[in-house]
C-alpha cells in the first residue's frame, strides 16, 4: 500500500514538473521548433543554434554592428563639433586680446631680446664719420626735388615740412654712417619782408659730433632744414 502510494506521488509530481515547465520537444523536431520552446522555457540564449542566434528579438547580427557603427560615428561627430567650437573661441579671444596663440594655447606675442656686447668703441670708424658737406648736399637735393617752383601753401607745407624731415634723416642714415643718432628738422616759413633767426644749442662731444644747415629760397617763402648728428661711444 505504501509503495502504491509513493509511485502515486511520483506521477503527480512529474505531471506537476510537465505543466510548468512545458513539455520536451521530441528528438525529431526541427530548429524552428526548439528555438521557439526554448524562448518560450525562458533558456539561456548560449543553447540556440547560430541560426537562432542570428534571427533571435527580430533583427540580425549585422544589423547590430551596423547601429554599432553608427552610434560611433555619431560619437565623432559631436567630438569634432565639439573641437571646432573650442579653437573658435580661442580665435575670439585672441582677436580680442589681440596677442597670438602659441602651440600650447597661450599668448606669446612679445620677442627674444637680442643681448649685445660692448665694442668699446669711442669713436667713428674711418669713413663712417659725419660729413658736414655731405648732409648739406642731401638736404640741397630734397629740397630742390620737392620745394623747387612751388607757391607758398600753409595747409600743405605744414605737413610737407614733416615728411621731408623724415626724408632727410633716413638719406642721412644710408649714406654710409654708423654709430650715430640723427635728428633732422625742416622749417618753412612765408617771405613776406620779415626778418627770421633760428639758434640751437647742444651739449656734446666737439670733436666727434657736428650738425649743418641749409637755407632754401622759394617763390614766397624759405626753408631751413637742418641735421644734428651724436655719435655713440
Given amino acids: ?54 534571427t533571435l528579438g527580430g533583427h540580425s547580427l549585422t544589423e547590430d554592428k551596423k547601429s554599432d557603427a553608427g552610434s560611433g560615428s555619431r560619437l565623432s561627430t559631436s567630438m569634432n563639433k565639439t573641437r571646432f567650437s573650442r579653437l573658435r573661441t580661442k580665435l575670439k579671444i585672441q582677436g580680442l586680446l589681440g596677442g597670438t596663440l602659441s602651440k600650447a594655447g597661450s599668448e606669446s606675442g612679445h620677442k627674444p631680446i637680442k643681448s649685445l656686447e660692448n665694442t668699446y668703441k669711442v669713436e667713428p670708424e674711418d669713413g663712417k664719420q659725419f660729413s658736414i658737406s655731405k648732409a648739406e648736399q642731401i638736404m640741397t637735393n ?41 635728428v633732422a628738422t625742416v622749417l618753412i616759413v612765408e617771405d613776406c619782408g620779415q626778418s627770421v633767426r633760428l639758434g640751437s644749442r647742444s651739449l656734446w662731444d666737439t670733436e666727434h659730433d657736428n650738425h649743418a644747415t641749409v637755407v632754401f629760397k622759394g617763390d614766397g617763402f624759405e626753408a631751413v632744414g637742418s641735421i644734428f648728428a651724436t655719435f655713440f661711444a
Fill in 1 to 54: 500500500m505504501e509503495g502504491q502510494l509513493s509511485a502515486d506521488n511520483l506521477k503527480a509530481h512529474d505531471a506537476h514538473l510537465k505543466g510548468s515547465v512545458g513539455i520536451q520537444p521530441e528528438r525529431g523536431a526541427d530548429s524552428s521548433t526548439k528555438s521557439s520552446l526554448t524562448h518560450k522555457m525562458g533558456l539561456p540564449s548560449n543553447k540556440l543554434s547560430l541560426k537562432d542566434r542570428l
Fill in 142 to 182: 630734397v629740397f630742390d626735388a620737392y620745394l623747387k617752383g612751388r607757391q607758398y601753401d600753409a595747409k600743405r607745407f605744414r605737413l610737407l615740412s614733416k615728411s621731408l624731415a623724415d626724408m632727410i634723416k633716413e638719406r642721412m642714415k644710408l649714406s654710409g654712417i654708423a654709430r650715430y643718432k640723427i
